[in-house]
């Protein structure tokens, strides 16, 4: 099985910031990853696919790079409204999402 | 548009079955692959089953033997029977294609 690790498990950060968060493969996935936004209450919401692929309608502050074992993602710059914990999760087989990073505002 | 709405979640007792249910519009269920991803309370984010176009079905280990994904394709709804239920079970279940998820529906194995 594939395993995924993300860091940190938590954050946080002022309004404007640049937040960084990495995820990282137990092995090769090639670009197979995706990141997802839930807010609570909310089902998760897809951000990037294909690791660095903004999904339509999703801000252009959110974005995503990497390939193999180890990923990153982005927020240029942090808004109110990204309050929430993101989740990374491989599809090369099968699925595994990572544990989870709760962003908050400072 | 599409949609997905769950429904079938409840209160079970430890060792009982429930019969979850995914109503999809706006697209076919059997043209795509569904999953079922679970969440227990408070915690993180866990596949659980997918159903492929072609119909082959896989299963996390930890639900393996005991869940079935299943689709009626002329009712354009996919299924999950959970069976042996374990307190550890108890999360809120939501289908998916990933794109597009359902709201999701709560079950809960207790005595």
């Known amino acids: 099985d594939i395993q995924m690790t993300q860091s940190p498990s938590s954050l946080s950060a002022s309004v404007g910031d640049r937040v960084t968060i990495t995820c990282q493969a137990s092995q090769d996935i090639s670009e197979h990853l995706k990141w997802y936004q839930q807010k609570p209450g909310k089902a998760p919401k897809l951000l990037i696919y294909d690791a660095s692929n903004l999904e339509t309608g999703v801000p252009s502050r959110f974005s995503g790079s990497g390939s193999g074992t180890d990923f990153t993602f982005t927020i240029s710059s942090l808004q109110p409204e990204d309050i929430a914990t993101y989740y990374c999760q491989q599809y090369d087989y099968l699925f595994t999402f990572g544990p989870g990073t709760k962003v908050d505002i400072k | 548009e599409v949609q997905l709405v769950e429904s079938g979640g409840g209160l079970v007792q430890p060792g009982g079955s429930l019969r979850l249910s995914c109503a999809a519009s706006?697209?076919?269920?059997?043209?795509?692959?569904m999953t079922w991803v679970r969440q227990a309370p408070g915690k993180g984010l866990e596949w659980v089953s997918v159903i492929y176009s072609g119909g082959n079905t896989y299963y996390a280990d930890s639900v393996k033997g005991r869940f079935t994904i299943s689709r009626d394709n002329s009712k354009n709804t996919l299924y999950l029977q959970m069976n042996s239920l374990r307190a550890e079970d108890t999360a809120v279940y939501y289908c998916?294609?990933?794109?597009?998820w359902g709201q999701g529906t709560l079950a809960t194995v207790s005595s």
């Open positions: 998916a294609t990933f794109k597009h």
């Open positions: 706006g697209f076919t269920v059997s043209s795509n692959y």
